[in-house]
């Protein structure tokens, strides 16, 4: 539980402060290097409110992020358009993108640590899975939908699962810091685009 939730109530400036100032140190610095002393210096408010509020930096992450605070989530699966039903080419430029995205330090930390803060149980946990985890899930689902209905049985499995095995496999990545080679992409491809389409195996 925050620990805003008991003694004196916030104040709105102060509040606000502390979240502007985790986003701009995020940026600058990542999330490993950031602390709660340095947010409090950069919001120009007393370690003590800070802890009064938030117990930990990656509370108060998860609150700038929910309340909005940071811009936007990760890439979106997009549609290469109904006249070139190409799922392969459309999965992996989003795989690029995302690739792209997790190689920015400002976005990979960022990412790192709301994971990291789901992980942990915050009464948060549902507005950071909203706004980073459902988009991701929700746009593969109809991408491969989309494809199904163009091509019936064509799929390598149901497209939730198909969809959830996609986005889940990235995030796990993301976690763990490990790295999305071209090579790691053609293997997930391979996984989950259409059978016609999936290269022998050698």
Known sequence: MRKNMRGRPRSRASQEAVLRAAVELLEEQGFTAMTMEGIAVRAEVSKQTVYRWWSSKSEVVVEAL?????????????????????????????LDAMR?????????????????????????????HEWLVMPMREALERRFIAHDQRHPGTLAGPPEFLAELLAGSLLLRLMFAEPTSSQWVDQLLDFVSPAPLRRPLE
């Open 66 to 94: 929910s309340t909005g605070y940071f811009p936007g989530g990760l890439p979106i699966m997009q549609h290469s358009g109904e006249g070139r039903d190409d799922l392969r080419a459309d999965l992996r430029a989003w």
């Open 100 to 128: 792209e995205s997790i190689a920015c330090e400002a976005d990979a930390s960022l990412t790192q640590a709301v994971l990291v803060a789901l992980a942990g149980g915050s009464e948060r946990s549902a507005a950071v």
